[in-house]
């Protein structure tokens, strides 16, 4: 009933930076909690960055904190999350997902809806 799809995800070299979207085609976000998340290659999925409803709080994972954002744009029903200074260990899947209720935030199993994820590879 509501689907979540990302973009933006590719190709990079290590130190540059890259923007995902994640947009909610049909459906409002503005008071729900979005969040990322990756995956790479036998790994468990972890959580990376989200921000919430009404305030726009802010959460990120130490291993992008300070390189990483996850600015929303409402108006547009989009989530993205800003990428920089990249390194070969950020090469994953990259999802993103919507929590309908409040719960901890870094908790994938917060969230009730997600996207198929995008493939972000940095090289290098």
């Known amino acids: 009933q509501v689907h979540l799809v990302e973009s933006g995800g590719g190709l990079v070299q290590a130190g540059g930076p890259l923007r995902l979207s994640c947009a909610a085609p049909?459906?409002?976000?503005?008071?729900?909690?979005m969040g990322w998340f990756r995956q790479a290659p036998g790994k468990e999925r972890e959580f990376v960055a989200a921000?919430?409803?009404?305030?726009?709080?802010?959460y990120y994972a130490d291993s992008v904190k300070g390189r990483f954002t996850i600015p929303r744009d409402n108006a547009k029903n989009t989530v993205y999350l800003q990428m920089n200074s990249l390194k070969p260990e950020d090469t994953a899947v990259y999802y993103c997902?919507?929590?309908?209720?409040?719960?901890?935030?870094?908790?994938?199993?917060?969230?009730?809806?997600w996207g198929q994820g995008t493939q972000v590879t940095v090289s290098s």
């Open positions: 049909g459906r409002t976000f503005g008071s729900s909690v």
């Open positions: 997902a919507a929590a309908l209720h409040i719960a901890p935030m870094s908790s994938s199993d917060t969230y009730d809806y």
């Open positions: 921000i919430s409803g009404g305030s726009g709080w802010t």
